[in-house]
């Protein structure tokens, strides 16, 4: 049994429904992240689980017990808002203070796990800086160790770095949940970028219209996509319409492509979609799936050039690595792709 499940969750917003029969679970000290776009439900869920709203059917179980109608501040939840929701008459120390205050901890108890929280989130020479002064990391690491000193056990983070920079979220990505696993707390965190989703989490919980539509770890769900819906939210363009010609051949408008074996490759005739995974697409000779096309796009992202290229039935995209010149717009340009980078998608 998982430490946190929830079944056949169901919940209506202004007479349409929001949550259609969410079922899915947790592990005891997983990060779990629930992705999706705006509207899918992400935040309704979370507060579900927080126990701000009540499901109008289904159930919340945490550690084998059944906390559907528990109150928000009988469930051992935590739930971290994305305004960080600071005391701004108070100083860091204080505002990590606050949850242990409420629960009536001696002094002694609360100094030591404020210095403690402190530590941790590398704030140890901010106690006393009134948080009204703080820069917008610095606030998210003081709202982090408010919501972790009272010893949660689950914390809920709503789009905890959707309000910081650029630079700033991609540092606190990496040390985000570094902290987490140190401190070993089971964590669910809501975005709508997959990129986060995927530098945070160890299970990913992909929502659409109120749905679970694919759920598993970042690389599984990035490398076998469910269907083309979920390749194009995560980020992956190069669809085609196929059709089966052998199970180890696909046809597209632009040839006959060998697959690698797949034991659950469809009748021959079968129709659908093929996804190209990027990393398999080479500008070079090689022994398998050639093709020839015309560079349409060229754009530089700093650590690679994106080179988009017109075939028959659409478009490839494809990274160049450092240290290689990318061909420019317009130039014709021969290459192949690799079997292992294909995907059968279902129509």
């Known amino acids: 049994m998982a430490f946190l499940e929830l079944t056949d969750i169901h919940k209506t917003y202004e007479d349409a429904p929001l949550l259609c029969g969410v079922t899915f679970g947790v592990e005891r000290g997983e990060i779990a992240c629930l992705l999706g776009p705006s509207g899918s439900g992400k935040t309704t869920l979370l507060r579900i689980i927080a126990g701000l709203e009540a499901p109008e059917r289904g159930t919340v179980s945490i550690e084998g017990a059944d906390v559907t109608a528990l109150p928000a501040h009988r469930r051992g939840v935590v739930l971290m808002f994305q305004d960080y929701a600071l005391f701004p008459h108070r100083t860091v120390a204080q505002n990590i203070a606050f949850g242990l205050r409420m629960q009536r901890h001696a002094r002694a108890a609360i100094a030591a796990r404020v210095a403690e929280m402190l530590a941790l989130t590398g704030l140890e020479d901010f106690a006393d800086r009134d948080v009204n002064q703080l820069s917008g990391g610095e606030r998210q690491r003081v709202a982090l160790a408010r919501s972790l000193a009272p010893q949660p056990r689950l914390l809920l983070l709503d789009e905890p770095l959707g309000a910081l920079d650029r630079n700033l ?69 190069n669809l085609f319409p196929a059709r089966i010609r052998h199970p180890q051949q696909v046809e597209v408008a632009f040839g006959v492509l060998d697959m690698a074996d797949n034991a659950d490759a469809p009748p021959p005739g079968a129709e659908g979609q093929l996804l190209i995974h990027p990393w398999g697409v080479h500008l070079e000779a090689g022994p398998t799936n050639s093709f020839t096309a015309q560079v349409t796009q060229r754009t530089f992202h700093g650590s690679r050039f994106r080179l988009t290229l017109s075939v028959d039935g659409g478009s490839l995209h494809l990274d160049i690595p450092p240290g290689q010149t990318p061909p420019v717009p317009g130039e014709t340009v021969h290459g192949w792709i690799e079997p292992a980078a294909l995907r059968w998608l279902p129509a």
Do not use: C, K, M
Request: charged content about 30%.
């Open 169 to 237: 979220r991609e540092r606190l990505l990496e040390e985000l949940p570094v902290i987490l696993r140190r401190v070993g707390v089971t964590a669910i965190t809501v975005t709508h970028d997959q990129e986060e989703a995927f530098a945070l989490s160890d299970r990913v919980v992909l929502l659409n219209g109120g749905r679970v539509v694919q759920t598993g770890r970042p690389e599984t769900l990035y490398d076998h996509p469910h269907d083309a819906w979920v390749a194009r939210f995560l980020g992956l363009e």
